[in-house]
């Protein structure tokens, strides 16, 4: 099983899962032309992606789903709560699944663990991506740190964690008040010492991999979010990747 990051950041996020022929977009953050181009930095067409999966329709998870799954007759797993983000897009899109957030549902050889975050959308998921033998966590926009939350990323393989700000940063920062108090609100976004404490609170003996997502490029650094982990994993700083904006991160394969 292997993933990639088509790009992380509040501009689009774009992740790809793939295990054999099975390959699966979380999210489409961007248009056509832009997924297309991301696509071919991976060696994909987009005609190559079995499916999609929502997380939460804010524009920069899901803006460019309802043209993609439409011009490559590509499935789409939402949560109701979700799926009202289609709803007027002009699109002929053929099969949409509803996702229960506490369900578990396959596509292809891939089996998918949706789980509930807290965060300012309808009806918000991440995921534990699995093959049987491997288990990906992926973790962005969430306000806070739930009990669930904890317990489900707990013996994962390989993780995708939220840190998309420092706060001290954020609050010197020129961002409005009330953004300000949206991002550091229970229903904003992880800063690098929440992603970093609930790493520490995880069983990470299988750990092969660990990306920091969702960055703000304003209100954090890559080098502030890798000390952040790096710190509670007791390893050296750069063997913590960061999944950017623009070029996103390469295939990182679980073995």
């Known amino acids: 099983m292997r993933f990639a990051s088509l790009g992380s950041g509040s501009k689009g996020n774009a992740w790809l899962v793939e295990q054999g022929t099975t390959r699966v977009l979380i999210d489409c ?3 056509l032309r832009e ?3 991301r696509l071919a930095r991976l060696g994909l067409a987009a005609d190559d992606v079995s499916a999609i999966l929502v997380t939460h329709e804010h524009s920069d998870h899901g803006r460019g789903v309802a043209r993609f799954a439409a011009r490559h007759a590509c499935p789409v797993w939402l949560t109701p709560g ?3 983000m289609l709803e007027g897009a002009g699109e002929a899109i053929g099969r949409v699944h509803e996702v229960d957030s506490q369900g578990v549902f396959a596509v292809g050889d891939l089996e ?3 789980f509930p975050v807290p965060h300012d959308a309808r009806e918000p998921v991440q995921y534990v991506v699995g093959d049987g033998a491997r288990r990906w966590g992926l973790l962005t926009d969430a306000g806070h740190v739930t009990a669930h939350m904890v317990a489900m990323l707990d013996g994962c393989d390989a993780l995708a ?3 998309n700000h420092d706060v001290d940063r954020l609050r010197r920062g020129r961002y409005p008040a009330t953004l300000k108090a949206r991002i550091l609100g229970r229903y904003g976004h992880l ?3 929440a992603a970093a404490s609930l790493l520490g609170s995880l069983n990470g003996r299988r750990l092969q991999h660990v990306v920091a997502a969702h960055l703000s490029e304003e209100n954090n650094t890559p080098e502030l979010a890798r000390a952040a982990l790096a710190a ?3 390893c050296t700083e750069d063997w913590v990747a960061v999944a ?3 070029e996103g991160i390469a295939w990182r394969s679980i073995v």
Do not use: I, K
Request: charged share 25%.
């Open 191 to 193: 800063d690098n010492a």
């Open 112 to 114: 998918f663990r949706p």
């Open 29 to 31: 953050g961007f248009g």
């Open 161 to 163: 964690l939220e840190c």
């Open 82 to 84: 979700c799926r009202s």
């Open 232 to 234: 509670v994993l007791d």
């Open 244 to 246: 950017d904006q623009s």
């Open 35 to 37: 997924m297309a181009g």
